[in-house]
T-cell receptor, first 114, second 112 residues
Framework: EAGVAQSPRYKIIEKRQSVAFWCNPI?????LYWYQQILGQGPKLLIQ????????DSQLPKDRFSAERLKGVDSTLKIQPAKLEDSAVYLC????????????FGDGTRLSIL | QKEVEQDPGPLSVPEGAIVSLNCTYS??????FMWYRQYSRKGPELLMY????GNKEDGRFTAQVDKSSKYISLFIRDSQPSDSATYLC????????????FGKGTRLSVIA
């Protein structure tokens, strides 16, 4: 079974620029999560989707971050404008629904803000 | 007080040693407990998954959950250099699909 795919793997931008990340979950996984992992910290949830609907975006900084999952499969996460504190690894995870299922993570996008 | 506390280490042990990694938590609503292993520049990989209190063993790995003490552990027997990674504990509350709350991770080095 193919894992969670993320691109790009690395991105370097200047502050105030915009950036977008892409995630393709494991086939059949209706639930998709975006996490932010700052160096030396555990991942922290940004947003959770089930199919194409948002389940939890309470920790998403909505003034600069946005995410969508239009057809219930792939998802994009965007930051505009970026701040220095957004330097982190952005991880996408997916899981099955209906019963408690573990989350499977992609390798993330490492974002550096100059 | 953070919901999940985990000593970030680093922890360095000789090859063959028994490793003990631990997390404490404050929210008694947590029901599901996981350990993830994260190699450098890779995503977290699920190692162990337990529900409520008790022990679970998988090869050289044993996970323990003590809900009365709000304390979980991961033991690695006969540690190998390939076990060198960051180990993240994670937990969540519900039986459905809910976001995980992670510890900071403990960085482990196993020296040959």
């Amino acid at each position: 079974e193919a894992g969670v795919a993320q691109s790009p793997r690395y991105k370097i931008i200047e502050k105030r620029q915009s950036v977008a990340f892409w995630c393709n979950p494991i086939s059949g996984h209706a639930t998709l999560y975006w996490y932010q992992q700052i160096l030396g910290q555990g991942p922290k949830l940004l947003i959770q989707f089930q199919n194409n609907g948002v389940v939890d975006d309470s920790q998403l900084p909505k003034d600069r971050f946005s995410a969508e999952r239009l057809k219930g499969v792939d998802s994009t996460l965007k930051i505009q404008p970026a701040k220095l504190e957004d330097s982190a690894v952005y991880l996408c995870a997916s899981s099955l629904v209906n019963t408690h299922q573990p989350q499977h993570f992609g390798d993330g996008t490492r974002l550096s803000i100059l | 007080q953070k919901e999940v506390e985990q000593d970030p280490g680093p922890l360095s042990v000789p090859e063959g040693a028994i490793v003990s990694l631990n997390c404490t938590y404050s929210n008694s609503a947590f029901q599901y407990f996981m350990w993830y292993r994260q190699y450098s520049r890779k995503g977290p990989e699920l190692l162990m998954y337990t529900y409520s209190s008790g022990n679970k063993e998988d090869g050289r790995f044993t996970a323990q959950v003590d809900k009365s003490s709000k304390y979980i552990s991961l033991f690695i027997r006969d540690s190998q250099p390939s076990d060198s990674a960051t180990y993240l504990c994670a937990m969540d509350k519900n039986s459905g699909n809910t976001p995980l709350v992670f510890g900071k991770g403990t960085r482990l080095s196993v020296i040959a």
